[in-house]
């Protein structure tokens, strides 16, 4: 029990380390290239906080686990969204770009909405994963377009210590939750959880433990743009991205009965995007938080009724 204890702390420093590296390579990353801080963080940050979804579900295509492939992405958008976004926001507001607001939000709306159509006959075959593929890449020819500004005075690391800090962040976070997701199984167990509790909440939250730890440290920085970037980005890579490289592997039969999480997610999205035209314009206030985390907590009391 006592190691158990102690790993648990380890994952979760390494995590909040990781992040830490991460935020600030990817600060540096954006002020070298001359690009916004968002655009990083829809893109690089985004890619290297879902590459724990990334491994999981090439895993279970490849391994005929479909349910847990598909389950993965839903289940981790939604925690993404209300409780990571809500999280973040508690340590400190959150201004949204006007961009993101009408553009990259919205865009995560539709990938959820295509995903939830080509869906509907109950497989995700190939020539669907490759539509979702094609606006994977329209989607980073729009970050491309719109992501550049004129560099920076801000002083940045070098370019070796940009890249060192990122690769240590992406290690810290990656080792970081195995860590905290293994050896919190074994303290629920032995507390004695059932799987099937353990499955919906440690398991499923676990590949979501990167983007929880940056944006919660992009926020304790007031780095907003890469918060909240991570988090719609990660939205998008996830479906558009990762779903994609899942069904090209192999045609993945899907189950009916996540319609309704992926309703659920559709309207999140759609709650988040009004969220923003209410009151403080542009913003994720800490009234807003409540809400999101309050939307969370029902949609967890639902998955646990349900079993």
Do not use: C, Q
Not at 268 to 286: D, E, H, S, V, W
Request: aromatic share 14%.
């Amino acid at each position: 029990m006592l190691a158990t204890l102690l790993f648990l702390a380890a994952g979760f420093i390494l995590l909040l380390k990781g992040a830490d590296w991460l935020v600030d390579g990817s600060s540096s990353l954006a002020k070298l290239l001359g690009i916004s801080e968002l655009a990083i963080g829809l893109t690089v940050v985004a890619f290297g906080t879902s590459l724990p979804e990334l491994i999981v579900n090439i895993y279970s295509a490849a391994r005929g686990s479909e349910g847990i492939a598909f389950g993965n992405i839903i289940g981790s958008n939604i925690f993404n969204l209300l409780f990571i976004l809500g999280v973040a926001t508690l340590v400190w507001p959150l201004p949204v770009k006007k961009s993101t607001a009408h553009g990259e939000l919205p865009y995560s709306f539709v990938a959820a909405l295509l995903l939830f159509l080509l869906l509907l006959n109950g497989f995700l075959y190939r020539w669907d994963a490759a539509i979702l593929f094609a606006f994977f890449l329209g989607f980073l020819y729009y970050i491309y377009k719109t992501g550049r500004v004129a560099p920076e005075k801000h002083e940045a690391f070098s370019p070796w210590t940009t890249v060192l800090l990122l690769l240590a962040g992406f290690a810290g976070l990656l080792i970081g939750g195995k860590l905290v997701v293994d050896n919190a199984v074994v303290l629920a167990r032995s507390l004695g959880v059932t799987e099937a509790l353990i499955g919906l909440t440690v398991v499923s939250v676990g590949t979501s433990l990167p983007e929880l730890a940056t944006s919660t440290v992009a926020a304790f920085k007031r780095r907003a743009d890469i918060a909240v970037g991570n988090i719609i980005g990660s939205n998008i890579f996830n479906i558009l991205f990762i779903l994609s490289v899942s069904g090209l592997i192999r045609d993945l039969p899907y189950n009916a009965a996540l319609n309704v999480d992926l309703l659920f997610l559709l309207f999140a999205t759609a709650a988040l995007f009004g969220l923003l035209f209410l009151r403080k314009k542009y913003a994720i206030t800490r009234w807003k938080a409540f809400v999101l985390l309050g939307l969370y907590a029902i949609y967890l009391a639902f998955i646990i009724w349900r079993g």
